[in-house]
């Protein structure tokens, strides 16, 4: 489990996903590693290779914005994850400091349980490590998996009913990683998370070879097809909301195009659960 040294376990990660080619550099015949050698990325980023090496063994804890902006520009990363960078190089603790954790039991807000147990489309609330907190009876309609104590993260990689729910697994547990990774952020040694990286990695070769990438990726809205047992084939549109106040808490949404089979789908699975959506 990656959480001693999280900025250089992320530079170390992204570093091996970027091929010579990507940079203009020749590969040769000699090359042992598959993406940049270290003196290789400092050289593009204009920074002397024994600091590059001090930064990823987490020996240099004040990094400048530029020398981090140089070297996610080298890495390709975007957006989110040149955020994220910033970030883990914030967090990153002195030498002697004792690691911190945020443990705390996660709660909805009451006033958006009740929202979400009005809405007329299949709505649930999750926590940081992928928790269902809340969700609607359409939500819990649409799959079990969407109901409060589940985690979706140990649903979607070891339990076989999400795989063939989800029609686009490679997909979904792709999203489901790097949400995780975001979401996170540098408290890779919350015990939580940690106990739940420790069991997926020993489970699931998908989930480990997706988790050592350390892609990270907030995505708020897409396409998910599913295969459901009771109204057939649904593609529906997904969408994730933050939830104001609470740390890491999203609200996701699935729904349909108008007058789409699956908009037909949805209203007879709403209906088949006594849900004002059928109505």
């Given at each position: 489990m990656d ?10 990660a ?5 091929t010579?080619?990507?940079?203009g550099?020749?590969r ?6 598959p ?6 990325l400092?050289?593009?980023?204009g920074i ?6 001090r930064?990823?063994?987490g020996?240099d804890?004040?990094?400048s914005?530029?020398?981090l902006d140089?070297?996610a520009?080298v ?11 910033h970030r883990?190089a914030?967090a990153a603790?002195?030498?002697?400091t004792?690691?911190t954790?945020?443990a705390?039991v996660?709660?909805?807000?009451p006033?958006v349980a009740?929202l979400?147990?009005?809405l007329?489309v299949p709505?649930?609330?999750?926590g940081?490590?992928g ?7 359409l ?6 998996q969407?109901?409060?104590g589940?985690?979706?993260?140990r649903?979607v990689?070891l339990d076989?009913?999400?795989?063939e729910l ?7 547990t ?5 949400g995780?990774?975001l979401l996170?952020?540098p408290?890779?040694?919350d015990?939580?998370l940690r106990?739940?990286v420790?069991?997926l ?5 998908r989930f480990?070879?997706?988790?050592a990438?350390?892609?990270v990726r ?5 396409t998910?097809r599913?295969l459901?047992p009771?109204?057939g084939p649904?593609v ?6 933050q939830?104001t106040?609470a740390?890491g808490?999203?609200?996701v ?7 789409s089979?699956?908009?037909?789908a ?5 209906d ?5 959506g059928?109505?």
């Open positions: 959480g001693t040294n999280p900025l250089g376990e992320y530079l170390k992204r570093r091996q996903l970027v010579p080619e990507l940079v550099l020749p040769g015949s000699r090359r042992r590693v993406g940049l050698r270290r003196e290789e400092a050289l593009l980023a002397s290779p024994d600091y590059y090496l930064l990823e063994q020996r804890h004040n990094p914005a530029q020398v140089a070297v520009r890495l390709q990363l975007d957006v989110e994850a040149r955020e994220h960078l883990l914030r603790p002195a030498p002697g004792p690691a954790t945020t705390d996660e709660h909805v807000d006033g009740q979400i147990d009005e007329t709505t649930f609330v999750q940081r490590f928790d269902v907190l809340a969700a609607n009876p939500a819990t309609a649409l799959s079990p969407y109901r409060s589940v985690n979706l993260l649903a990689f076989p009913r999400d795989r989800h029609q686009d697994w490679d997909r979904a792709e999203e489901a990683v790097s995780l990774r996170a952020g408290d890779l040694d015990p939580r106990a739940l420790d069991e990695s020993t489970a699931s070769d480990r070879a997706l988790w990438r350390q892609d907030g995505k708020v809205g897409g998910s599913m459901h009771v109204v649904l529906l549109r997904h969408e994730k909301f939830v106040g740390h808490q999203l609200m949404m699935y729904h349909a195009d108008p007058r089979p699956s908009h037909d949805l209203r007879r699975l709403a088949s659960v006594g849900h004002p059928g109505r």
